[in-house]
C-alpha cells in the first residue's frame, strides 16, 4: 500500500499568492516559480486539512469549467 502523501502548499513570498498542490504520486514536480509574480522566493509547507480542502475545490472547479 502506498503512503498517501500530503498536498504542499507554496507562498510566494514576494506577493503573497498562496497555491496548494495535492500530491497524488511520489513524482510530483512543484513549480520552481511563483504562477503569478514569477518570483522564485517560495516558501514550500505540508498544507494543512483546510488548505488540502481548498485545493480539491478549486480542482473540482478547473474541471467544471472544462480545463
Ligand atoms: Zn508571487
Known amino acids: 500500500m502506498p503512503i498517501p502523501a500530503p498536498p504542499m ?4 513570498r514576494s506577493c503573497g499568492c498562496r497555491h496548494v498542490y495535492p500530491q497524488r504520486s511520489d513524482a510530483v514536480v512543484l513549480p520552481g516559480e511563483c504562477a503569478a509574480c514569477g518570483s522564485e522566493d517560495l516558501e514550500r509547507t505540508v498544507a494543512g486539512p483546510l488548505d488540502g480542502a481548498a485545493a480539491l475545490a478549486e480542482l473540482t472547479l478547473h474541471r467544471l469549467k472544462g480545463g
Open 9 to 12: 502548499k507554496l507562498t510566494c
